[in-house]
C-alpha cells in the first residue's frame, strides 16, 4: 500500500471482508489503527442504523450495506487491498448522520 489509507476509502480487510475507513485522514496517516465499519452484502433487510450502497457505487462486486453498528479500530496492516470509495454527497451525508444519530451527538 502506498501511502495511507483515506476517509471514504473501501478495503478488503484479511482476503474476505470488506469495510469503509471512517477515520480521519490525519489521524490515517499517523496512526497505526484506523476506524471501519463492515460491509456485508446481505441486503435482504438493511436497517435504519445501515446504509446501502450499490456494487457501481464503489466498485463492490455486490450490492451492500455499511454495517455503521459494528465499527471498530483495525490495525493498518490488516488492510490487503483497496476496492474503491465512496464519493457519492448523499451516501456520505446518510452516513454522518447514521453516525451522529448512534453516539447521540
Do not use: C
Amino acid at each position: 500500500m502506498t501511502g495511507y489509507p483515506k476517509k471514504g476509502e473501501i478495503y478488503l480487510i484479511n482476503k474476505k471482508i470488506p469495510a469503509l475507513i471512517l477515520s480521519n485522514d490525519i489521524h490515517n496517516q499517523y496512526s497505526p489503527l484506523i476506524t471501519v465499519a463492515p460491509l456485508s452484502s446481505k441486503t435482504n433487510k438493511v436497517y435504519p442504523f445501515e446504509i446501502y450502497i450499490s456494487k457501481t457505487m464503489a466498485g463492490l462486486h455486490e450490492n451492500s450495506k455499511i454495517m455503521i453498528i459494528q465499527l471498530r479500530s483495525i490495525d493498518k496492516k490488516r488492510l490487503i487491498n483497496k476496492i474503491g470509495n465512496i464519493e457519492d454527497k448523499e451516501v456520505i451525508n446518510k452516513i454522518n448522520q447514521v453516525i451522529t444519530e448512534h453516539f447521540d451527538l
